[in-house]
């Protein structure tokens, strides 16, 4: 609940790595093919201001990369079925608008963003809204707020990896400079895998990449309850 204009938000701090998200809800109509579902759009901004590897302009590959990322993690966790975001089948749907943008980088950018983003949604409160059957228009009702229903809880951890031999969680920008590569593993409240994401560098063993996910899941149980102990502290009185 850190943007007062957005509705819902959070911010996180990992180390010095600070991410600030907010969701933007809007009303829309739902496209053809997917008449009973709204939509759920990620952006992950990397601002010159975070670090001296970025450069103002549009968004440079990692920021691509990273919105894509949490893009696959919204898709493959179904984090909250599109179902929900529904209101009227075929005539009217939520748009969630969910931007992530970073204020300081030094490292495990992907991990922020994703605790960020899962956060953000479980703090959001949207209006009631019918359809007047007479007229055919939406009525809001900003008195009686509804939260989300967040359906599975997915938490990413990543791993800086130095020759296949040593793995370090949660590395640094210095870390990550100096591994010969990285891994992010998602998992959610079953311990399930929801996504691995691996951009090249160093191969990975199976026995190592199991080691990757069984350290995921404890973290997992960690993080969400850090995040519930958070939510429910600021729980409208």
Do not use: M
């Amino acid at each position: 609940g850190s943007i007062t204009t957005a509705d819902g938000s959070a911010l996180v701090k990992l180390g010095n790595t600070t991410v600030i998200c907010g969701v933007k809800a809007e009303l829309a109509a739902p496209s053809v093919d997917s008449a009973n579902k709204g939509y759920i759009v990620p952006n992950v901004e990397l601002p010159s201001l975070c670090s001296t590897r970025f450069r103002s302009g549009p968004p440079g590959e990692e920021a691509q990369a990273a919105s894509q990322f949490i893009a696959d993690v919204i898709e493959n966790s179904r984090i909250i079925a599109k179902e929900d975001l529904c209101i009227a089948n075929g005539k009217l749907a939520w748009v969630l608008y969910c931007d992530i943008i970073c204020l300081d980088c030094d490292g495990n950018v992907l991990d922020a963003s994703a605790f960020a983003l899962l956060a953000a949604l479980k703090n959001v409160q949207l209006p009631s809204v019918t359809i007047n059957e007479e007229t055919g228009l939406s009525e809001v009702n900003f008195k009686q707020k509804n939260p989300l229903i967040i359906r599975n809880h997915p938490v990413a951890t990543s791993f800086a990896i130095f020759d296949d031999t040593l793995l370090i969680v949660d590395p640094t920008a210095e870390e990550e400079d100096l591994a010969t590569g990285t891994v992010t593993v998602v998992t959610d409240d079953e311990g399930r895998l929801c996504s691995v994401h691996k951009p090249g560098g160093s191969p990975l063993t199976g026995a190592k990449l199991q080691d990757c996910i069984t350290r995921a899941v404890t973290r997992h149980k960690e993080v969400k309850k850090l995040i519930d102990k958070v939510i429910k502290s600021i729980k409208p009185k």
